[in-house]
């Protein structure tokens, strides 16, 4: 991408891996929302040209020198940060937030391209009967099992997910594939709660046509309301109707990311002892677990996918997604079968 809305195809060599890289022959890149921004020029910290792709699945064509950990043929995705290694952050287990980071894609070279080269070390394995759809969602995905994981022990408890895109249907599925009691999606977008109804979701609401507050207690009690509500909106109604709605003594996740600043009632938060957490990004055992959740079929991943271009068609699916957002949850590109 070039400019906003620019995307312009470019013939260069295979590149050979360095040692300590592998070669991958890139299959699949879901697009996610961030994608858009820079397409649409809103991205605050990406600058042009920037080769795009974050989420993706390929096959191992090629070892660098040392590489032992991989094999060609293997089914791969990147974890897609490259951080420093020095910094507060990165020296206490929390690299998805080092003062450095980069995100391929985004500060760094993406994935949209025949063949990408990527150190090993940062480079999970996917299983052989995976499909490079499912392999490409392994990230998104690991967003929602961070966010889960930040709430504690899910285990029995009841959860209700702000918005049901993909992020917030992939949280309210790993709160179950992890043990919660039951999940409830709210979305003022019925096609999404449809997804969500499919995905094995307990409860939905549309909040635009039902009460939130009475959906949440005919769900799970007027005593107890939600023990754990994940925001997945990112506008602010959300985290206010998340703020509002929340029972007295809740976490409250923030997972979403906010084009505006949103304000809200901090009187709420302090007179209720809520909790409010932030999550950004994943680390690598956050890819373990999501994939671990996908093999043992706790999470379904297949159905979000609504929309598939090809490579050179690329434009067209931002196209897509801006003529109707409404009907879009997951848009793959297909690089090579
Ligand atoms: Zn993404
Ligand atoms: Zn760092």
Same mark, same amino acid.
């Given at each position: +991408?070039?400019?906003?809305?620019?995307?312009?195809? !470019? !013939?260069?060599?295979? $590149?050979?891996?360095?040692? =300590?890289?592998?070669?991958?022959?890139?299959?699949?890149?879901?697009?996610?929302?961030?994608?858009?921004?820079?397409?649409?020029?809103?991205?605050?910290?990406?600058?042009?040209?920037?080769? !795009? *792709?974050?989420?993706?699945?390929?096959?191992?064509?090629?070892?660098?020198?040392?590489?032992?950990?991989?094999?060609?043929?293997?089914? /791969?995705?990147?974890? $897609? !940060?490259?951080?420093?290694?020095?910094?507060?952050?990165?020296?206490?287990?929390?690299?998805?937030?080092?003062?450095?980071?980069?995100?391929?894609?985004?500060?760094?070279?993406?994935?949209?391209?025949?063949?990408?080269?990527?150190?090993?070390?940062?480079?999970?394995?996917?299983?052989?009967?995976?499909?490079?759809?499912?392999?490409?969602?392994?990230?998104?995905?690991?967003?929602?099992?961070?966010?889960?994981?930040? %709430?504690?022990?899910?285990?029995?408890?009841?959860?209700?997910? +702000?918005? %049901?895109?993909?992020? =917030?249907?992939?949280?309210?599925?790993? &709160?179950?594939?992890? *043990?919660? %009691?039951?999940? +409830?999606?709210?979305?003022?977008? *019925?096609?999404?709660?449809?997804?969500?109804?499919?995905?094995?979701?307990?409860?939905? /609401?549309? $909040?635009?046509?039902?009460?939130?507050?009475?959906?949440?207690?005919?769900?799970?009690?007027?005593?107890?309301?939600?023990?754990?509500?994940?925001?997945?909106?990112?506008?602010?109604? *959300?985290?206010?109707?998340?703020?509002?709605?929340?029972?007295?003594?809740?976490?409250?996740?923030?997972? %979403?990311?906010?084009?505006? &600043?949103?304000?809200?009632?901090?009187?709420?938060?302090?007179?209720?002892?809520?909790?409010?957490?932030?999550?950004?990004?994943?680390?690598?055992?956050?890819?373990?677990?999501?994939? =671990?959740?996908?093999?043992?079929?706790?999470?379904?991943?297949?159905?979000?996918?609504?929309?598939?271009?090809?490579?050179?068609?690329?434009?067209?699916?931002?196209?897509?997604?801006?003529?109707?957002?409404?009907?879009?949850?997951?848009?793959?590109?297909?690089?090579?079968?």
């Amino acid at each position: +991408m070039t400019a906003p809305k620019t995307i312009r195809f !470019q !013939q260069i060599d295979i $590149p050979a891996p360095d040692p =300590g890289e592998v070669q991958i022959n890139i299959k699949r890149i879901g697009v996610c929302g961030s994608d858009i921004h820079v397409y649409h020029g809103l991205h605050p910290y990406t600058s042009y040209p920037i080769v !795009q *792709g974050h989420e993706t699945a390929g096959e191992v064509t090629a070892l660098g020198e040392g590489v032992t950990d991989f094999k060609p043929g293997d089914k /791969v995705t990147p974890e $897609p !940060q490259v951080f420093c290694g020095k910094c507060w952050p990165c020296t206490h287990g929390l690299y998805n937030i080092c003062n450095e980071l980069k995100v391929i894609g985004f500060q760094t070279n993406g994935t949209a391209c025949d063949y990408y080269t990527y150190p090993a070390d940062c480079l999970v394995k996917l299983p052989d009967e995976m499909s490079y759809d499912e392999g490409a969602m392994i990230e998104p995905l690991s967003v929602a099992v961070r966010a889960v994981k930040k %709430a504690g022990d899910i285990k029995g408890k009841e959860v209700l997910v +702000m918005g %049901a895109g993909p992020i =917030g249907n992939l949280v309210a599925q790993t &709160a179950k594939g992890l *043990g919660a %009691a039951s999940v +409830m999606a709210a979305d003022i977008n *019925g096609f999404r709660l449809e997804k969500a109804v499919e995905c094995g979701i307990d409860y939905t /609401v549309n $909040p635009s046509r039902e009460k939130l507050d009475e959906k949440i207690i005919a769900a799970f009690g007027a005593e107890k309301k939600a023990d754990v509500i994940f925001e997945c909106t990112g506008v602010q109604p *959300g985290l206010e109707a998340a703020i509002t709605n929340a029972r007295k003594g809740t976490d409250i996740v923030v997972v %979403a990311v906010y084009g505006k &600043a949103p304000t809200v009632d901090m009187a709420l938060v302090n007179e209720a002892e809520l909790r409010l957490i932030g999550t950004a990004r994943y680390n690598i055992d956050d890819f373990r677990t999501a994939i =671990g959740l996908v093999n043992d079929g706790k999470v379904k991943l297949a159905p979000l996918v609504t929309d598939t271009f090809d490579f050179a068609d690329y434009n067209a699916a931002y196209e897509k997604i801006d003529k109707s957002p409404e009907t879009t949850m997951k848009v793959m590109i297909r690089v090579n079968d």
